[in-house]
C-alpha cells in the first residue's frame, strides 16, 4: 500500500528548469525525512537532496544553489525544483522515503540537451 510517484521529468535545454513531484501514499508523511537520488548511466546512485520531517535541508555539493527541495505535508507532496540545468544533470531520478525506513519510487528521467 505504501507507494512514492514521481512525476515531471522530461527533455529540457541546458540552462533550463524542472520541477520534480513525488506523491506519497500510505506513509505517516509528516514525521519522516524524505530525499531525491539520482542514477545517471554508469554511475551508482547518489544522493541529490534530503528534507527531514522539521524541513532541514542537505544538497551534494553538485546541486547546491541551483537545486531546492521542499514539502508539502498537506499534500504528501515532495518537490525537487531544478534551476540551471546542466547535461551531466541527465540521470533517472528516484523519489524515496529514507526515515522511519527506507522506501523507493520508480523513477523519472530527467535528460538536459547540450
Known amino acids: 500500500q505504501e507507494q512514492l510517484k514521481e512525476s515531471g521529468g522530461g527533455l529540457v535545454q541546458a540552462g533550463g528548469s524542472l520541477r520534480l513531484s513525488c506523491v506519497a501514499s500510505?506513509?505517516?508523511?509528516?514525521?519522516?525525512?524524505l530525499g531525491w537520488y539520482r542514477q545517471a548511466p554508469g554511475k551508482q546512485r547518489e544522493l541529490v537532496a534530503h528534507?527531514?520531517?522539521?524541513?532541514?535541508?542537505n544538497y551534494a555539493d553538485s546541486v547546491k544553489g541551483r537545486f531546492t527541495i521542499s514539502r508539502d505535508n498537506a499534500k504528501n507532496t515532495v518537490y525537487l525544483q531544478m534551476n540551471n540545468l546542466k547535461p551531466e544533470d541527465t540521470a533517472v531520478y528516484y523519489c524515496?522515503?529514507?526515515?522511519?525506513?527506507?522506501?523507493w519510487g520508480q523513477g523519472t528521467q530527467v535528460t538536459v540537451s547540450s
Open positions: 524515496a522515503q529514507v526515515r522511519p525506513y527506507l522506501l
Open positions: 500510505g506513509v505517516i508523511f509528516r514525521l519522516n525525512t
Open positions: 528534507i527531514t520531517s522539521s524541513s532541514i535541508t
